[in-house]
């Protein structure tokens, strides 16, 4: 039995921590700065917190009764092997994160006409206020679509009282004309004619009634 462990105790040994890759410990379970971590440190923790390395040795020594040097040599190898492994694994969705950010840093700055990136953050910082006066303007639109609808219901309403109040033909056909004129000039002078008033009067009576804002 000893020599199934002695030819394949290098399989036996596997990753089973693998989340704690950047977070050392020292031999008193104290984490340690990645940065600042001996190679030493570095290769205990990953030996004995990153992979099975331990518990495959306990199983060793307890089918066997000892531990050979020659079996803690291939352990130790095998969780060396699982760790480097895990590395080149993060390593290259690094390298494959960059390129792809890379590329399209690059597309970008070849839409935008640029060769840097600090001229792109420039097109993209001014293209960001262009969306905001374009958002600006669609809630303006949006606004005035409505303010629109509701004249639109009050001018029905309107027309529908006149008649309702036995209002003149004569009349109603002067507002009529008013509401369909899409001319403020005209609107005032059919306005001035209905009321019998002087165009300035007209002129004040809409300021009073109308707020006049930049959109």
Do not use: P
Not at 83 to 94: D, F, G, P, Q, T
Not at 96 to 109: C, E, T, V
Not at 118 to 129: G, I, Q
Not at 203 to 210: F, I
């Amino acid at each position: 039995m000893g020599s199934s462990y002695n030819s394949d105790i290098r399989e036996q040994i596997k990753l089973i921590n693998a989340e704690q890759l950047y977070q050392i410990k020292n031999e008193n379970g104290q984490l340690i700065d990645y940065e600042k971590a001996s190679g030493r440190q570095l290769f205990n923790h990953y030996r004995h917190k990153l992979t099975n390395y331990d518990q495959v040795l306990d199983s060793v020594r307890a089918e066997q009764g000892y531990l050979t040097g020659r079996q803690e040599k291939k352990a130790t190898v095998a969780a060396a092997e699982q760790v480097l492994e895990k590395y080149r694994n993060e390593h290259v969705k690094v390298i494959q994160d960059s390129r792809a950010k890379g590329n399209i840093l690059k597309n970008l700055m070849q839409k935008a006409g640029v060769g840097t990136a600090s001229a792109l953050v420039n097109v993209l910082d001014t293209c960001s206020d262009k969306l905001k006066q374009l958002k600006k303007l669609e809630t303006s639109q949006r606004n005035l679509q409505a303010w629109n609808d509701t004249y639109q219901v009050q001018r029905e309403l309107v027309k529908k009282l006149l008649i309702e109040e036995g209002v003149s033909e004569k009349i109603i056909k002067k507002v009529n004309k008013i509401y369909s004129t899409r001319s403020v000039n005209k609107a005032v002078t059919l306005g001035s004619n209905l009321f019998d008033l002087e165009k300035s009067e007209i002129l004040n009576l809409l300021k009073s009634a109308v707020r006049y804002s930049t959109l």
